[in-house]
């Protein structure tokens, strides 16, 4: 195939599916905004460095900003899938409870980033945290916040 060709290209996105004609090498962040309309993930950086784009990609927290779309390798999710049954994920309610969004742009994918994290350790010290989060950047400065917000939301886990 040559550079700038279109090909289609199936994704699972939030539970849906969708089938897009696009280049394959046209960023993940990309399809999710401009061709699905999904617009939690944001533009941050571009270079993978802020986490702003984050997504969870078959429940790995990835920078959409650097995977091709047609590197995908599993089903996507966003913010908009993450709560449960219809319901507040509970990060989500201790970032509420927490009053963690100050400008509210960095927060998808610090939640989602949060989630892998939980997914894997449900009771994370502060220094699991903190390497965790580290790649996540807040340019309000809520870090104690996001911190007292997961362990929050860790031990609501541990208790359901």
């Not at 984050?54 to 091709?68: E, F, M, N, W, Y």
């Not at 894997?120 to 916040?145: F, Q, V």
Request: charged content about 20%; proline content about 4%; some cysteine.
């Amino acid at each position: 195939m040559s550079v700038n060709e279109e090909e289609t290209i199936s994704l699972i996105v939030d539970g849906a599916s969708f089938e897009v004609s696009l280049e394959a090498e046209m960023p993940l962040l990309w399809v999710l905004r401009d061709e699905l309309g999904i617009l939690g993930p944001k533009y941050g950086c571009g270079i993978a460095q802020c986490g702003a784009c984050t997504v969870l990609i078959d429940g790995d927290a990835v920078r959409s900003c650097q995977v091709a779309a047609g590197d995908v390798w599993g089903p996507v999710t966003t913010i908009a899938a993450l709560g449960l049954d219809g319901a507040d994920h509970p990060l989500q309610t201790a970032w509420i409870k927490h009053q963690v969004a100050q400008c509210g742009y960095c927060q998808s994918g610090q939640i989602l980033q949060a989630a892998a994290l939980l997914e894997k350790d449900t009771s994370p010290t502060d220094s699991a945290i903190d390497a965790a989060m580290s790649s996540n950047l807040c340019r309000c400065g809520t870090y104690p916040r996001i911190r007292a917000a997961i362990h929050d939301a860790a031990r609501s886990l541990r208790e359901s």
